[in-house]
T-cell receptor, first 112, second 118 residues
Framework: DAKTTQPNSMESNEEEPVHLPCNHS???????IHWYRQLPSQGPEYVIH???SNVNNRMASLAIAEDRKSSTLILHRATLRDAAVYYC?????????????FGKGTRLHILP | DGGITQSPKYLFRKEGQNVTLSCEQN?????MYWYRQDPGQGLRLIYY???????QKGDIAEGYSVSREKKESFPLTVTSAQKNPTAFYLC?????????????????FGPGTRLTVT
């Protein structure tokens, strides 16, 4: 199963953009890149996902490298509510067993 | 409102007792999942089910059992064989049309059940 690598923690100032990196050098051609975030004592929340092209939604943007071996989650204007653990995971688009690997993620600290 | 619910939020049990955690969804999702999270760690997959009456083991299935008798429900039993059952347990669901892979669909998570066994 393909795995992802993320920094353990990052800091950012409130109201500034945040770029959260993720490496997935063993990604296969059928893997989608998903991002989730988790607030303390809560279940993870879906943020965004993509396959090859960059994606935008109301929460964030996802920039995917041309070789798909890395991606970056972009929060355009961080708020204190964005402080959470962010997980980058790979999910297969082919109809086979659905094993998902969540690493430790990146703990994002937002400074007021 | 559509969503996924887990009950109870907190659960306390004595060692040697089996305990069943509830997970219900009204999102009409095909697939359901159970994860375990230990302090400071990521999520680890226990079991998942893509269709009623069928389920597959995840990475840490030993000491756990599940059933999927209804599309909406996927209860998890933590048996006395599970050596370290104290953890935060998360249930999730996802849309998964027949013959399609899961990659294009996001997972929706419940609020979790924190199990303490003493």
């Amino acid at each position: 199963d393909a795995k992802t690598t993320q920094p353990n923690s990052m800091e950012s100032n409130e109201e500034e953009p945040v770029h959260l990196p993720c490496n997935h050098s063993t990604i296969s051609g059928t893997d989608y890149i998903h991002w989730y975030r988790q607030l303390p004592s809560q279940g993870p929340e879906y943020v965004i996902h993509g396959l090859t092209s960059n994606v935008n939604n109301r929460m964030a943007s996802l920039a995917i490298a041309e070789d798909r071996k890395s991606s970056t989650l972009i929060l355009h204007r961080a708020t204190l509510r964005d402080a959470a653990v962010y997980y980058c995971i790979l999910r297969d688009r082919s109809p086979r067993y659905d094993k998902i690997i969540f690493g430790k993620g990146t703990r994002l600290h937002i400074l007021p | 409102d559509g969503g996924i619910t887990q009950s109870p939020k907190y659960l306390f049990r004595k060692e040697g007792q089996n305990v069943t955690l509830s997970c219900e969804q009204n999102l009409n999702h095909d697939a359901m999942y159970w994860y375990r999270q230990d302090p400071g760690q990521g999520l680890r997959l226990i079991y998942y089910s893509q269709i009623v009456n069928d389920f597959q083991k995840g990475d840490i299935a030993e000491g756990y059992s599940v059933s999927r008798e209804k599309k909406e429900s996927f209860p998890l039993t933590v048996t006395s064989a599970q050596k370290n059952p104290t953890a935060f347990y998360l249930c999730a669901s996802s849309f998964l049309p027949t013959g399609s892979g899961s990659g294009r669909y996001e997972q929706y998570f419940g609020p979790g059940t924190r199990l303490t066994v003493t």
